[in-house]
């Protein structure tokens, strides 16, 4: 299961103007006095030589995304200053007499419009009034659905093109020999962030997606056959403890009533683009500042609770693919979620999510095209021109919103990325979507709803999904489950797929989940590599690993900084994995296209 909530970028200290580089990259034969650079925004601050007394506090807050010394004066379009690319400093003086009302439009080298709206101006567009509306969303997964619904209520018209046959992505439905399975995601902890993404799009979650609450959530169970189990309750749950380790109970409440209040307090940053310290600010957030920069590690051993239960707390790390020192402190957030809004498995499956979607878009007039593979975005001035298809057909649009994923978005289909971004990208850990058997069981069937069982030693976890318990389906007396087991990215590509293959063999081999069964049969197997095929992925990875670090430097921006009218959704950007927080992606990733384009 992916990452849960963390702020992007909220406590990540920005690079001064000066040096950053531009929209794109500059040519050496562009660097004369005599090149005339496309309009741009730029954020104008003023510095005053010596800071005043109020703002010494900054230099206690290292990691701020903006220091406080710096006062914004306003966004200028520089349509005319020779050899500055965007965010480099313009060498031009601002002084505090210019305070918010901006600088004069006499100004020299500088337009007359001072633009409140975004951080770069909407990309100008030439032709009928028509083109400026059309706009192209590049797969239809949970965060390219939301925002194709969110763009076509606000008048938009939207095309969405998606390389598979059906909606959802790794949320869609695979279907084998009678059965219908979720082909990836498998519990819904973040009902409220679910909520508010159908809000917003004029839907009501609980009429279009009933959910059903799940009393016995998941097990762990240690090489030596001890379990520790979770329920929705928490004092049924701290009473189990208790039993097995006599005075966990009390300080396991203790540390679910804490996660639960700052994951409430920090909640309000899931709903905004690009949180920073200003909304920690406002919102009264910043008391868990400290939090946020400290490791899932740290604040487990915190705790003082025992090993067993700490390592039963910290097993999504394994399926996120980390170890607990890498993951972000927001982790620490599951037990609150389980214990107090509920974990849920939607009637249907988790792939009903993005068909419900989908039919609100095709309600509200979007379009799709599916087995439509992009394969290029095309540019010019490092502005947004369409896609090219993999059939040739190029399609043009005033904007792109790109639901495929951000390293593909930048260092795949860009047909100029900008070689700064590039590097920085090319370096992020990669997620692998481990291995998995899609099966049909006979015989008792008993909770917890997922079964994990760790390995020795530093191994990774394997997980068994009891989908039957939920799910109504049978055929022939068996019903639906799901094995399946994470992998090191860089493991997973030194095996191969004759590695990943073998590996899925000795699992299904073990005995563990295999009790209480009389019979099983194998639908079907995924590994590695025909996850990445199958579903288009890139490198054959789900997305970066969402390390600590990854998120204290920021979430890849909803709104691109390098290429104007391009706009990112999905898994890479804020606030995240989890199908809930894709579905917020999209709408984050449509309001700022909007505000741009009109």
């Known amino acids: 299961m992916p990452a849960p909530p963390a702020p992007a970028a ?26 005339q650079h496309s309009a741009r925004c730029m954020s104008l601050v003023w510095r005053s030589g010596r800071p005043h007394r109020s703002h010494r506090m900054r230099r206690t807050t290292q990691g701020v995304e903006r220091s406080l010394s710096q006062r914004p004066v306003r966004h200028a379009q520089l349509p005319c200053i020779s050899c500055l690319r965007l965010r480099e400093w ?85 279907s084998y020999d009678g059965f219908s399975f979720d082909a990836g995601p498998y519990i819904l902890l973040d009902r409220p962030g679910l909520e508010w993404s159908f809000e917003a799009l004029g839907l009501d979650l609980t009429a279009e997606v009933p ?52 994951s409430r307090a920090l909640r309000p940053m899931l709903q905004v683009s690009r949180p920073g310290a200003l909304g920690l600010i406002r919102s009264g957030a910043w008391l868990h500042a400290p939090f946020l920069v400290r490791s899932l590690a740290a604040v487990l051993s915190d705790s003082g609770l025992p090993a067993p239960i700490v390592e039963a707390m910290a097993i999504w790390t394994h399926v996120a693919g980390q170890t607990k020192s890498q993951a972000p402190s927001p982790l620490a957030f599951v037990p609150a979620l389980m214990h107090s809004v509920g974990p849920y498995y939607p009637k249907g499956g988790i792939r009903c999510i993005p068909q419900v979607l989908e039919q609100a ?28 298809t993999e059939r040739g057909e190029f399609i043009p649009a005033a904007a792109l919103l790109s639901n495929s ?5 930048y260092l795949q289909l860009l047909d100029a990325p900008a070689p700064a971004l590039t590097k920085r990208l090319s370096t992020l850990p990669l997620q692998s979507p481990g291995v998995c058997a899609y099966l049909a069981v006979r ?3 008993t909770p917890p709803y997922l079964a994990f069982k760790l390995g020795e030693g530093n191994q990774r976890c394997r997980l068994l999904i009891r989908a039957s318990l939920f799910d109504t389906q049978v055929v022939d007396g068996y019903v639906p489950a799901r094995l ?106 449509a309001d700022c296209l909007i505000k741009d384009l009109n």
């Open 10 to 35: 909220l406590l990540c200290r920005t690079g001064r103007a000066r040096g950053r580089h531009g929209c794109c990259a500059t040519p050496a034969h562009a660097q004369s006095a005599g090149v």
């Open 361 to 388: 878009a095709i309600a509200a007039g979007v379009r799709f095209r599916y087995s439509t593979k992009v394969t290029r975005i095309r540019t010019k001035d490092c502005s947004v021109l369409g896609v090219e």
């Open 443 to 445: 015989g008792r069937v």
């Open 405 to 409: 994923a951000a390293l593909q978005t």
């Open 90 to 174: 313009s060498g031009l003086h601002v002084s505090s007499a210019h305070g918010r009302d901006g600088i004069s439009s006499d100004s020299p080298g500088l337009c007359d419009r001072m633009d409140w709206t975004s951080h770069h101006a909407a990309p100008a567009r030439p032709g009928p009034s028509e083109m400026s509306r059309q706009i192209v969303v590049i797969g239809a997964g949970v965060g390219g659905l939301s925002g194709a619904v969110r763009l076509a209520r606000a008048g938009f018209a939207v095309t969405v093109l998606e390389a598979r046959e059906q909606p959802g992505g790794l949320a869609s439905e695979a």
């Open 211 to 262: 959910l059903i609450g799940i009393d016995d959530v998941y097990e762990v169970e240690s090489p030596d056959g001890s379990k520790v189990v979770f329920y929705s309750d928490v004092e049924k749950t701290a009473g189990g403890f208790e039993e097995k380790w006599p005075g966990s109970a009390k300080p396991y409440k203790k540390f679910v009533r804490k996660m639960e209040r700052i």
């Open 484 to 589: 399946l087991a994470p992998m090191e990215y860089a493991e997973a590509e030194r095996v191969g797929p004759a590695g990943q293959a073998s590996y899925l063999d000795q699992l299904l081999e073990e005995d563990w989940w295999q009790r209480d069964l009389d019979d099983f049969r194998v639908l079907a197997k995924r590994t590695a590599e025909q996850w990445g095929t199958q579903y288009h992925l890139y490198a054959n990875s789900m997305n970066p690993v969402m390390t600590g670090k990854f998120m204290r430097q920021g979430r890849v921006p909803h709104r691109s900084p390098q290429v104007r009218g391009l706009y990112l959704a999905g898994s890479s950007t804020h606030p995240g994995q989890w199908v809930s927080f894709c579905a917020i992606s999209g709408i984050l990733a």
